[in-house]
């Protein structure tokens, strides 16, 4: 069965009606980026960090998956399916993918702030957070890669496109590094698809589909099935 690696950004939720980050209406025009999704702006008012990503946790709970997400779990049925995302949503664990490594960390997790191994994953009936927080013990932060700290799942995630037959990126500006150079680990011989309504330039040897992930995927459906 051939390996297939699938790296997603915002653009493959956006459908589900969750805000990007950037772009018209994104997330950085109502919160300065580097005071909601930095280790300084963590430190320096923690409270409105909290807020953040508890107004993300009730905008997330409030929508589902849409036909991209379920159609890369069909291509489950032909391919080794592993998919790499820089979202920090649950959608493709929602739709069924059976392999998603989050390199930017789970919106649904926090973690301990004085033991980075300690994470717990909230309920929908328990969603927000402060710095007050406690959880067995140890006061919890948002389970997020903040810019300014290493990103500890980009190793692996390396390792999984370099092993991959088949790339697939989906829905990024191929902006935010070092997501945007894991393309750069796959093998010579990998065949590599881009999906995007607006797709950023791409060497010549990608084939570009320039659509919604729905559509994109279902394009991208018919050429590997």
């Known amino acids: 069965m051939k390996k297939l690696v ?3 950004g ?9 805000s990007t980050f950037r772009g018209g209406n994104g997330m950085w025009d109502n919160y300065p980026v580097m005071d909601v999704a930095s280790a300084t702006g963590f430190r320096r008012n923690p409270a409105l960090v909290h807020e953040f990503y508890n107004i993300r946790r009730h905008e997330l709970i409030n929508v589902k998956p849409n036909a991209g997400h379920y159609g890369l779990v069909d291509l489950e049925s ?3 399916v ?15 993918s ?9 919106l649904m997790k926090v973690r301990a702030v004085d033991n980075e191994n300690l994470v717990y994953t909230l309920t929908k009936d328990n969603l927000d957070t402060t710095p007050e927080t406690i ?11 903040f810019f300014e700290e290493s990103v500890p ?7 999984i496109v370099q092993d991959a037959d088949i790339v697939v990126v989906i ?8 997501a945007a150079s894991l393309i750069n680990y796959a093998r010579k011989a990998t065949a590599i698809y881009y999906i995007d309504p607006a797709p950023a330039h791409v060497p010549d040897f990608v084939t570009v589909i320039p659509k919604g992930a729905t559509e994109g995927v279902k394009e991208l459906k018919k050429l590997l099935m």
Do not use: C
């Not at 653009?11 to 969750?18: C, K, R, T």
């Not at 059976?98 to 789970?106: A, D, F, I, T």
């Not at 959880?135 to 890669?145: E, F, L, N, Y």
């Open 6 to 8: 699938v790296l997603t």
């Open 10 to 18: 915002a653009g493959m939720s956006v459908e589900s009606g969750l």
């Open 78 to 80: 032909k391919y080794d």
């Open 82 to 96: 592993k998919i790499i995302t820089q979202n920090v949503d649950n959608l493709h664990e929602q739709a069924g």
């Open 98 to 106: 059976k392999s998603v490594l989050h390199l930017h960390g789970e």
């Open 135 to 145: 959880i067995d013990g140890h006061h919890v932060r948002p389970h997020i890669v």
């Open 153 to 159: 799942m980009f190793e692996p995630a390396i390792e």
């Open 171 to 178: 829905g990024t500006s191929l902006q935010v590094y070092p």
